[in-house]
């Protein structure tokens, strides 16, 4: 089974960056889609970003061009560099499979709060 544990969150202005890390425990390189999700109040998980292993990515439409997504294979971390951070990007951050909770992750971890305010 794998496991997934987020961090890097905290309190940014607006126009700021954060870089979020997910530490994956299990073997990374099974997975053959990795991705970082999103919730805010109220409203529903939402994929933010997506890796496939051959590097390919894509990104919803609200963070492109301001979100990069990353995997490091050999340290088993996945990454998602925020920059030009807007109110509206408030939420807590998830990493998991894309398909979520597939190729041996069994359940989301607890994720990270990302608020944007000033």
């Known amino acids: 089974q794998v496991q997934l544990v987020e961090s890097g969150g905290g309190l940014v202005q607006p126009g700021g960056s954060l870089t979020l890390s997910c530490a994956i425990f299990?073997?990374?390189?099974?997975?053959?889609?990795m991705g970082w999700y999103r919730q805010a109040p109220g409203k529903q998980r939402e994929l933010v970003a997506g890796?496939?292993?051959?590097?390919?990515?894509n990104y919803r439409d609200s963070v492109k061009g301001r979100f990069t997504i990353s995997r490091d294979n050999a340290k088993n971390t996945v990454y998602l560099q925020m920059n030009s951070l807007k109110p509206e990007d408030t939420a807590v951050y998830y990493c998991?499979?894309?398909?979520?909770?597939?190729?041996?992750?069994?359940?989301w971890g607890q994720g990270t709060q990302v608020t944007v305010s000033s």
């Open positions: 998991n499979s894309v398909p979520p909770n597939y190729y041996g992750v069994d359940s």
């Open positions: 299990g073997s990374i390189s099974s997975i053959n889609g």
């Open positions: 890796i496939v292993t051959d590097g390919t990515t």
